[in-house]
């Protein structure tokens, strides 16, 4: 009979890869590089922490061992993933890399024009 860590386990594996197959799909369909830096790097960081966090209790809950590592590299992914988009999107908004042309608000837009910086 299937116990409930192994359940929880199987929750967190499917979730996380959910979470990385919506976003391969997301990166293939959305029409501009910003929305698709949203679905890679949303998707990929619930995603591979979903994986990461099934890995933890596999080793945890399985073989006994409390593995630091893999909570650092949550903690990582958790951190830096959003971080990284963001900083990515914003370097292509300032060398000029088109909206789509449905688009229907640019706040970024607005902010640089109100502080003077466009």
Same mark, same amino acid.
Request: charge should be positive; glycine fraction near 10%.
């Given at each position: 009979?299937?116990?409930?860590?192994?359940?929880?386990?199987?929750?967190? #594996?499917? %979730?996380? =890869?959910?979470?990385?197959?919506? $976003?391969?799909? @997301? /990166? +293939?369909?959305?029409?501009?590089? *910003?929305?698709? #830096?949203? %679905?890679? =790097?949303?998707?990929?960081?619930? $995603?591979?922490? @979903? /994986? +990461?966090?099934?890995?933890?209790? *596999?080793?945890?809950?399985?073989?006994?061992?409390?593995?630091?590592?893999?909570?650092?590299?949550?903690?990582?992914?958790?951190?830096?993933?959003?971080?990284?988009?963001?900083?990515?999107?914003?370097?292509?908004?300032?060398?000029?890399?088109?909206?789509?042309?449905?688009?229907?608000?640019?706040?970024?837009?607005?902010?640089?024009?109100?502080?003077?910086?466009?």
């Amino acid at each position: 009979m299937i116990s409930l860590k192994e359940t929880v386990i199987s929750l967190f #594996l499917i %979730a996380g =890869t959910f979470f990385i197959l919506s $976003g391969t799909i @997301g /990166v +293939l369909r959305f029409p501009d590089v *910003y929305s698709r #830096l949203h %679905a890679a =790097t949303k998707s990929a960081t619930l $995603g591979v922490s @979903g /994986v +990461l966090i099934a890995t933890f209790l *596999y080793f945890l809950f399985d073989m006994g061992i409390f593995s630091g590592k893999l909570i650092l590299g949550i903690i990582f992914v958790l951190l830096t993933a959003p971080v990284g988009g963001h900083m990515i999107s914003r370097a292509a908004y300032r060398s000029g890399v088109p909206l789509w042309e449905k688009t229907a608000y640019n706040q970024l837009e607005e902010k640089e024009k109100k502080d003077g910086q466009l």
